[in-house]
């Protein structure tokens, strides 16, 4: 167990709706990953926040929005869904501003109809 | 920007057999680490061995050793006594040395390998 909890484990939605995926990072860190895998793509870096800041952005959509809230746990926001959404979507944890290693979850299931 | 490259999409080896993966990379960065990921069927990530460039030895952990020509940016898997349980997607990454900056990792297209027993 890595200490990263992901919610939902899989989303079921139709094209044009909005989800949101949740992440808890591991006790103690500080930064949150998300991440896209898809099969054509791979993974993905989508953003990093840092103790409630965004700290990098990566290949994230515009209709794709994410937060950290202040118990650290984050978010990541998906709207106007489209069929190629669809994929696995991971989130990662890390202390942060240091070369610590990233733990990751179990990742959420979205599946676009 | 960094980008890794893992150029064979499948591999399979024989049960107590030793195979190796191949990963390259291509920065202007002199320092950074690198990364073996294990994806199972499960789908979890899980950390397999990990490289710091300014280190000269390679890492091992147990089976698992890796082969590091940073003059060649190549960074390759060797899994010795491969067991059934090693069947997964297999994926390379690197990383930056934190300065300030981001610590994300960018990921190869991954790998899959099959233990065949």
């Known amino acids: 167990d890595s200490g990263v909890t992901q919610t939902p484990k899989h989303l079921i939605t139709a094209t044009g709706q909005r989800v949101t995926l949740r992440c808890s990072p591991r006790s103690g860190d500080l930064s949150v990953y998300w991440y896209q895998q898809s099969l054509d793509q791979g993974l993905q870096f989508l953003i990093q926040?840092?103790?409630?800041?965004?700290?990098a952005k990566g290949n994230i959509l515009e209709r794709f929005s994410a937060q950290q809230f202040p118990d650290l746990h984050s978010e990541l926001n998906l709207s106007s869904l489209e069929l190629g959404d669809s994929a696995l979507y991971f989130c990662?944890?890390?202390?942060?501003?240091?070369?610590?290693?990233?733990?990751f979850g179990n990742g959420t299931r979205l599946t676009v109809t | 920007a960094q980008t890794v490259t893992q150029s064979q999409p499948e591999m399979s080896v024989q049960e107590a057999e030793t195979v190796t993966l191949s990963c390259t990379y291509d920065t202007s960065e002199s320092d950074y680490y690198l990364f073996w990921y294990k994806q199972p069927p499960s789908r979890q990530m899980i950390l397999v061995i990990r490289?710091?460039?300014?280190?000269?030895q390679n890492a091992t952990e147990n089976r698992f050793s890796v082969n590091f020509q940073k003059a060649a940016k190549s960074f390759s898997l060797k899994i010795s006594d491969s067991q059934l349980g090693d069947a997964a997607m297999y994926f390379c990454a690197y990383r930056s040395d934190f300065k300030g900056g981001s610590e994300k990792l960018v990921f190869g297209k991954g790998m899959k390998l099959t233990v065949n027993p």
């Open positions: 926040y840092y103790n409630g800041e965004e700290r």
């Open positions: 490289q710091e460039a300014y280190k000269q």
């Open positions: 990662a944890s890390s202390v942060g501003n240091t070369n610590s290693p990233l733990h």
